[in-house]
């Protein structure tokens, strides 16, 4: 891998009223763009170091806070112009940005891909055009890991890993650990590293306990609105379900709304265990009442990371490939401690 080292390319093509804008309201160097706005007309961004970012969409609070993250972080006060654009969970879409990111000759391109799968080519445009490829929370499946200079996220195989270890020391403490144990898992995106990782991680611990049945796994996008649909499906399809394992809060909050109103209790004192991931304040806080067992912390705040990485590469320096996330396992016992901190 590369230093990219001071010497930055000057890129041009951004919009000069939205700069004018920027510059008159003393705002971020910052703006969402769309394929018109790009082809209008250009303007010198000057000494700002221009980063791309692709985001898979909006689909998540914690989605929301890893935005926010990435726009508290590249400022044109720290010296950026970030050019920011919403997938709107479409890869299509997140491969077009990439295109004009690289048309437009930005100096870093940072992205969170939607799925592993499908980026061999695009970032093979990246690399050629030696812009630097930084992705964010979720990873590629590509044959050449040059195609990407850094990683910044989650042990999602581990987070996975901590429910099941989690589920395993609960049911010992509750005198269950001999029947048998009904589990549903609301699945995120098909493809997902997030997904992929949690459902593996889980498994693993699974597989060492012949009494725990996964009636079934079912993909609910990371969204309430599915994670309600596809519950109400399965409390329709099975009545006996012990553990719900949702593979996040926002799927969480759905599931919630379907069991309560069969009349079906959730938690430390309910009918089903609940486990939860990403630990968003909402979410932390039916922790502390004991609705949600447990919640499995994804940590969304990357931004500060990802700038870090690229002021590395700015001075010229080699960095490493691979950064996980700091994140820990919250349940009624330890989360009164976090949760005036939570911002999100
Ligand atoms: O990739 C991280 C996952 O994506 C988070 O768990 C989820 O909330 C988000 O949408």
């Known amino acids: ?72 972080a590249f400022t044109s006060e720290k010296g950026y112009f ?12 997140q491969i077009k940005a990439i295109r004009r990111f690289i048309s437009r000759q930005v100096d870093y391109i940072v992205f969170s891909p939607i799925t592993e799968s499908g980026w061999d080519i695009v970032l093979q445009e990246a690399k050629d055009a030696e812009i630097p490829v930084i992705l964010m929370d979720r990873q590629v499946d590509v044959e050449d890991d040059s195609l990407y200079t850094a990683w910044v996220g989650s042990d ?22 001999d029947e048998q144990i009904h589990i549903v898992v609301l699945q995120g995106t098909e493809g997902a590293t997030a997904a992929i990782g949690r459902t593996e991680g889980f498994q693993e611990i699974a597989d060492t306990h012949e009494n725990w049945i996964i009636l079934e796994q079912v993909d609910a996008e990371y969204t309430t609105a599915k994670g309600r649909e596809v519950m109400e499906s399965l409390l329709i399809k099975y009545e006996d379900i012990d553990v719900v394992v949702s593979q996040n809060d926002d799927m969480t909050f759905g599931a919630l709304d379907a069991m309560n109103r069969r009349g079906i209790s959730t938690g430390t004192e309910g009918d089903v265990i609940l486990i939860s991931f990403d630990a968003v304040k909402a979410a932390l ?45 919250f349940t009624p016992e330890n989360v009164g401690e976090y949760l005036d901190d939570r911002d999100y």
């Open 1 to 72: 891998m590369r230093g990219k080292g001071c010497g930055k390319r000057r890129a041009f093509g951004y919009l000069l009223p939205i700069l004018m804008i920027s510059v008159l309201t003393g705002c971020v160097g910052q703006f969402n763009i769309s394929r018109e706005q790009e082809e209008s007309s250009a303007v010198d961004e000057g000494d700002l170091v221009v980063v791309g970012v692709s985001q898979v969409g909006s689909e998540s609070v914690w989605r929301t806070a890893n935005t926010v993250s990435i726009q508290e």
């Open 82 to 93: 970030l050019l920011f654009s919403n997938a709107r969970q479409k890869q299509d879409n």
């Open 156 to 177: 999602f195989h581990r987070e996975g890993n901590n429910a099941g270890i989690w589920l395993e020391e609960y049911l010992v403490e509750q005198n269950r650990q």
């Open 285 to 329: 806080k039916l922790v502390e009442q004991g609705v949600i067992n447990v919640d499995i912390e994804c940590n969304p705040r990357q931004g500060e990371l990802v700038e870090q990485i690229i002021q590395a590469l700015e001075r010229g320096e080699e960095v490493d490939k691979t950064f996980y996330m700091e994140e820990q396992v």
